[in-house]
Structure formats: structure tokens, C-alpha cells
């Protein structure tokens, strides 16, 4: 399932950033949804659930 890959991949990036000692601030993070199907989705970086948004302001 396309949601557990993406949770996987989450997962594999705060391994490469603790293994780097760079590490993410997860209260920062935020989950945008694209695609059809996946609104309902509850990803999470460490044991903070990402907050959600449909949209983004652009700053380029």
C-alpha cells in the first residue's frame, strides 16, 4: 500500500539524520497531500503525528 511506503520512507530518513546527527525538528515537519484517496492518512516522524495541509504558500 502506497501509505505504508511512504511511512517507510519517513522512517528511513530520521534513521539517516540520527545516523548523521542531523536531526529533523518534527514539530516543523508537515505532511502535504497530492494524488486521490490518501486524505485520511496519519503519518508520523518519531512519535509526533505530522500535522496535515492540502496546500502550502510558495515562497519561490
Known amino acids: 500500500m502506497q501509505i505504508d511506503r511512504f511511512q517507510d520512507d519517513l522512517n528511513k530518513l530520521i534513521e539517516w539524520s540520527e ?3 542531523m536531526l529533523f525538528n518534527f514539530g516543523k ?3 502535504l497531500y ?3 484517496g490518501n486524505e485520511d492518512a496519519q503519518y508520523t516522524m518519531g ?3 505530522l500535522n496535515t495541509t492540502l496546500k502550502e504558500k510558495d515562497l519561490g
Open 19 to 21: 545516523k548523521w546527527q
Open 29 to 31: 515537519c508537515k505532511c
Open 34 to 36: 497530492t494524488g486521490h
Open 47 to 49: 512519535d509526533t503525528v
